[in-house]
Each structure stands twice: as C-alpha cells, then as structure tokens.
C-alpha cells in the first residue's frame, strides 16, 4: 500500500498532466501538490505501520510527527483551498478547476488519514460501514494509542488489540 500511495504520485502527475493534458497552470499546480503531499504522507503512515506489526510491542514509528503533520497540514489545506477558490472565480476553466478539484481530493485524502475511513473496498468494509456508520481511520487510532502512551509514560507498549477499537 505505501509503494502504492508513492508511485501514485508520478502516475497521476503523467496521466493528469501528460496523458489528459492539463494545463500546468498556478492553481494546477498548487492543488495537485497539496493532492501529493497527501499521498506522500499517507505513504509514509503504511510503512511506518509496517515497521509497526512487524515487531511484537512496537510503538508507531514517527508517531510525532504525524501528529504534528496533522496539526499543520489542516490550516495549509484551508488556505490551499481558499486561493483554489479565487483561482477558480478570477479565471475559471481548465487552468483553474482541476486544481480545486485536486485541492478538494487532497482534504478528502487528510479526512481519510487522519479522521474517519473513508475507503470501503473490502465486503467486511462495507458490512461494518453498514452496522457500525463511518471507522475511525487508522492513523487516528494509533495517534490516540500514542497520545495515550505519552501520557501514561514511555514504559506503556503497543497493545495490538488497541487498533480495533
């Protein structure tokens, strides 16, 4: 899924960009680079979470600065999306609407990282989606174990059952 999220990053800058020929305009640019370092922090969150499972006790890896990557990025978006708007009503058109709609997916994409699951791919997605309403994303419960750790002290471990919660 990391790789994934990263090689997602040139891919959709060729076929965006390249293939469908959008126009590498100022508000282009700027909303596909906020929809990029959505991605790339997105990247960084499932291979931290690999190093994570892949030894028993592990706290998250980089824990803080997720933290504070969700602290700083929401104002940015904001202020992204706000300049995508002006972009849009001074010169709307191809030069101008594809990068509020990046913009948009890339709050779309923080939403989903740092909030609430927003992704319902698998049948047992769906089914629990269906019973239980919108998951908590993954990156928020392990933020909420770290924050918790932190405040218990350093000797608390990762409680894998805590990731269900």
Do not use: C
């Amino acid at each position: 899924m990391a790789w994934l999220e990263l090689f997602n990053v040139p891919l959709q800058a060729a076929v965006w960009f390249g293939v469908v020929g959008l126009p590498m305009t100022a508000a282009n640019m700027v909303g596909f680079t906020m929809f990029a370092v959505l991605l790339v922090v997105g990247a960084g969150y499932w291979l931290a979470k690999l190093r994570q499972i892949s030894g028993p006790g592990v706290s998250l890896p980089g824990a803080g600065v997720f933290a504070v990557t969700r602290v700083t990025v929401a104002p940015l978006l904001a202020v992204g999306v706000l300049a995508l708007v002006g972009w849009v009503v001074a010169v709307p058109g191809a030069g101008s609407w594809p990068g509020l709609g990046f913009g948009l997916f890339a709050v779309l994409e923080y939403v989903n990282y740092f909030h609430v699951q927003l992704m319902y791919d698998t049948g047992e997605d769906v089914r629990y989606l269906r019973s239980h309403g919108l998951r908590r994303a993954h990156l928020a419960r392990d933020l909420a174990v770290h924050r918790k750790s932190r405040q218990r002290g350093p000797e608390t471990a990762f409680d894998p059952a805590s990731i269900h919660r």
